[in-house]
């Protein structure tokens, strides 16, 4: 192909350092919805809008100047809130001075741990089907991406086959739970296993935990409740998700002060800040009140209502434990393969849906497709009503 691009003398050869990747699925299938009117529920971000009090906090911060760099790890107020949420809920203090850093979202933190545990030669483990970032992330740090399954049909780890996994050059394992794109969660046994497993390495651990405020069942089981795994951690979350300001990209990592020495070398050198006027209006936020506890009832009520819609239709849910995504088994109906079905169904029957499939890297595929339901409970009607006449 590349010998029909006509190339402007001068133009530099480039060796790409990723080499496989293309545009994403999700904006693919955005792009698709616009142009057939589809509702789409494929990509992941709500279509309501925040608190009006968070936006006025940071209309206040601006208004009263904080408009210029900010300490490199955050703003002292905003890591101290984090570190009393984090308290409050598993029960672990870390230090705002040592072991908190603000990120750029939590695909910045991602990218910072990464680069700052793998180098070229090492192995860093990664559960399939995973999120879209994490094994760009290990290529640009030049390690060696090792792909383990979690268990088809329910998703849950698989800990002969992620033990077997383990060599002399893991460097870092990446898990996240509640987990995108499946809605499962890992058990507090789960947590227990994988503390087990590490024991005698010294892998360290990045815990992608974005939708901890998003659990249905019992308590959210993150890393920090355990001591030995929250001592080898890089703990990740996202202003973005837990306020309904995905665009915000405001996030945060926390960690042990030895692994966030290393994580916040990186970080300087990466963003160096985050913007001053939003970690001011969070900080101011979350000292108003505990929003995040209302979450939980918030998705579960959305969930319930699209899931009480998707049993008149012939998709089977598959459950949905965290997150706010459902998947459905679209066997019944199809037998196109997952992006056929999902492209059919965006532009047939007017609904975006995102296959499961371009969530493994070989695009293992189960029939599955992945709806997100933070929409507004008027577009999860229309949504409904389309997929009523499958
Ligand atoms: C599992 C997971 N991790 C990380 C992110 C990125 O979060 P942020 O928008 O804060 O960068 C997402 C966003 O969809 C996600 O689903």
Redesign the pocket.
């Given at each position: 192909m590349n010998d029909r691009i006509s190339v402007p003398a001068g133009t530099p050869v480039v060796q790409s350092r990723l080499p496989t990747v293309g545009t994403t699925i999700f904006t693919v299938m955005s792009a698709l919805a616009t142009e057939h009117g589809a509702v789409n529920l494929g990509q992941?971000f709500p279509d309501f809008d925040c608190d009006p009090a968070l936006v006025d906090a940071v209309a206040a911060a601006m208004r009263s100047g904080h408009n210029q760099y900010p300490p490199m790890a955050g703003i002292a107020p905003l890591r101290e809130r984090i570190a009393e949420k984090i308290e409050s809920l598993y029960g672990r203090r870390y230090d705002p001075v040592t072991e908190i850093t603000v990120t750029a979202?939590?695909?910045?933190a991602?990218l910072n741990a990464v680069l700052a545990f793998v180098g070229p030669g090492d192995e860093a483990i990664v559960l399939e089907p995973s999120?879209d970032s994490y094994s760009p992330n290990i290529e640009l740090a030049g390690g060696t991406v090792v792909r383990v399954p979690l268990t088809p049909g329910t998703f849950a780890p698989d800990f002969g086959r992620i033990g077997a996994a383990i060599t002399s050059k893991t460097r870092l394992i990446l898990i996240?739970s509640p987990h995108?794109p499946s809605g499962s969660v890992w058990s507090a046994a789960e947590l227990a296993q994988l503390q087990e497993l590490l024991r005698d390495t010294s892998i360290v651990v990045v815990s992608?935990e974005?939708y901890e405020h998003m659990v249905y069942d019992g308590e959210h089981q993150g890393v920090a409740r355990f001591p030995e795994l929250a001592a080898r951690s890089v703990i990740v979350s996202?202003f973005?998700?837990t306020y309904h300001v995905?665009g915000w990209?405001v996030?945060y990592a926390v960690a042990p002060a030895a692994l966030m020495a290393e994580f916040r070398k990186v970080h300087q050198f990466n963003v160096f800040t985050v913007n001053t006027p939003m970690q001011h209006g969070l900080a101011a936020y979350m000292a108003s009140g505990s929003h995040h506890l209302a979450l939980p009832g918030f998705y579960r009520a959305k969930r319930d209502l699209f899931g009480a819609g998707l049993a008149r239709t012939r998709l089977a849910p598959l459950p949905c434990r965290g997150t706010f995504f459902q998947c459905v088994d679209y066997s019944a109906v199809s037998q196109l393969s997952e992006a056929d079905f999902c492209r059919w169904l965006t532009v047939e029957i007017g609904v975006a849906a995102i296959p499961l499939s371009a969530f493994y890297a070989d695009g293992f595929d189960q029939h599955i497709a992945r709806f997100c339901f933070a929409k507004k409970d008027t577009t999860l009607d229309t949504a409904l009503e389309r997929l009523a006449r499958l």
């Open positions: 992941g979202g939590a695909t910045q991602i999120y996240n995108n992608d974005v996202s973005g998700k995905t990209k996030g």
